[in-house]
C-alpha cells in the first residue's frame, strides 16, 4: 500500500523533485483562463524555432507559465510563412507544376468554327469602308434608249380560213411550184404547207399563215390567175363514162380516176374531185338512186357535219367534207362519196333531185 501524503511515487530517491513537478503544474492550472488576443496577420519567425523549456528545470512557476503560453501561441500562428505586420493580405501563391486558369471576364469570346478570336474579323464587302463611286451628274446621264421592236406582220390568212382570196391565194402558189392541186378555196394543212415552203425559200418567217409581208411577196412573183386556174373542171381528168350513166340525169363516180361528172343524157354539165371510204368501210359500187337530200345533215353514227349530203344507199352519200378539202387524199372516209370543193357540191346539191340515178363504178 503506498502512501498518498508523503509524497513518494514509488521510485525511491525522487521524492521530493516529484513532489516539486506536481506543484508546478498545479501552479500552471491556477493562471486565469483568459487567452492572448494574437492579431490576424501572421507573424514572420526566424526558420529555427524557439525550443521549449525544460519541465525538469527548476523555474518560477509562473514565469514558466507564461514562456510556454508566448511559445505556443508563436507555434500554432507560425506554421507558414506570412507578410509583415500591416501589409494587406496576399493571394495564396502559385505552384510552379499548375498554370493558372484565365480570368473568366477576360476570355476571348468563341468563334462560330470554336476557335478563340485572335484578330478582328475582315470587314464584309457590305461594310467596305471605301468611299461610294459618286453619282453620275443628272444633267449629263442620259438612259440608254430601249430597242425599238416592231409589231409582227398582220395576219390575212391561216388554217381554218375559206374564201375567195384563199383560192387566189392556192392558184398563185400553184403557178411557182409550191401548190400542186386545183384550188379548193379551204385553207387546210396542204395549203399551209405549201405557205411553209415559199417562206423558206424566201427567208421569211416561217409559219404557215399567210401574213402581208408573205402575201405582197407572192403577189410580186406572180400574175393574177384566169378563171380557169380558179375553178378548173376537176384536179384529174375525167375517166370515160359507164355506159349507165349515157342516159338520163345520172350521177356518174369513177373509182378509178377519182371523179365525179353530173351528167345529163350522155352530156357533162359538172365534174369536181372525190374520195371513198377505206378498206374497212368501203363505199359500195352499183346502180343506186337518190333517196333523200339533207342540207346541213350531221351523222348520228360519228357526230361529223355532212353538209349537202344527197343519200343513195343506207347512211352512204354524196356531201361535201372539210377534212378532204384540209388533208386531201391523206385520208378516207367512213363509205361516203366526200367532194372538197364547197360551191360546185353546193350546186350540184340545187341541181340534183330525189330519184335521180347514182352509178358507182371502177
Known sequence: MVDTDSGWDGRGGRGRRGARDTRGAHAADAIPSRRVAVPDHRVALPDNRVAAPDRRTA????????????????????????????????????????????????????????????????????????????????????????????????????????????????????????????PTGYYGSVTADAVRSFQAKRSLPVTGSTDEVTWQRLLAMTRVPKAAELRPPTERPLAAPDERCLKGRVLCISKNSRTLAWMIDGKVVSAMDVRFGSEYTPTREGVFEVFWKSRDHVSTLYDTPMPYALFFSGGQAVHYSADFAANGYGGASHGCVNVRDKKKVAALFDQVRTGDKVVVYW
Open 59 to 182: 523555474l518560477p512557476s509562473r514565469r514558466v507559465a507564461a514562456v510556454s503560453l508566448v511559445a505556443l501561441a508563436a507555434l500554432a500562428t507560425g506554421c507558414e510563412p506570412g507578410t509583415a505586420t500591416g501589409a494587406p493580405e496576399a493571394s495564396p501563391p502559385v505552384r510552379p507544376t499548375q498554370a493558372a486558369a484565365p480570368s473568366p471576364t477576360r476570355t476571348a469570346p468563341v468563334t462560330d468554327d470554336a476557335k478563340p478570336r485572335t484578330a478582328p474579323p475582315p470587314p464584309s464587302p457590305s461594310a467596305s469602308t471605301a468611299p461610294p463611286a459618286p453619282a453620275p451628274d443628272p444633267t449629263t446621264a442620259r438612259p440608254a434608249p430601249e430597242p425599238s421592236i416592231a409589231p409582227p406582220p398582220r395576219v390575212l390568212m391561216r388554217t381554218g380560213s375559206e374564201s375567195d382570196r384563199v383560192r387566189e391565194l392556192q392558184a398563185r402558189l400553184r403557178q411557182i411550184g409550191h401548190f400542186g392541186r386545183n
